[in-house]
């Protein structure tokens, strides 16, 4: 059994994941910023698909944070 240190993940990486999962919750609480009707979209009122929109967007950001952030040698 080797006792190598643990693969660290650099600070711009960790930064760069810090980004990706504030950004969705600063957006969510700009409540005032997208709390309006227009403009459409398919008749849903802007306010219902900005947010569902980034309910998609948050997954994306996640998983991307989750790829900066997981060790090389980690394939599961």
């Known amino acids: 059994m080797s006792e190598s240190s643990p693969a660290r993940t650099s600070p711009?990486?960790?930064?760069?994941?810090?980004?990706?999962?504030?950004a969705p919750f600063a957006?969510?609480?700009a409540v005032p910023s997208y709390a309006k009707d227009g403009p459409r979209l398919a008749g849903f009122?802007?306010?219902y698909w900005w947010q569902l929109l980034w309910v998609v967007l948050t997954a994306f950001c996640v998983g991307a944070a989750h790829l900066l952030t997981r060790k090389r040698g980690d394939a599961r």
């Open 12 to 22: 711009a990486r960790r930064i760069a994941a810090a980004v990706l999962l504030i």
């Open 27 to 29: 957006v969510y609480l």
């Open 45 to 47: 009122p802007f306010f």
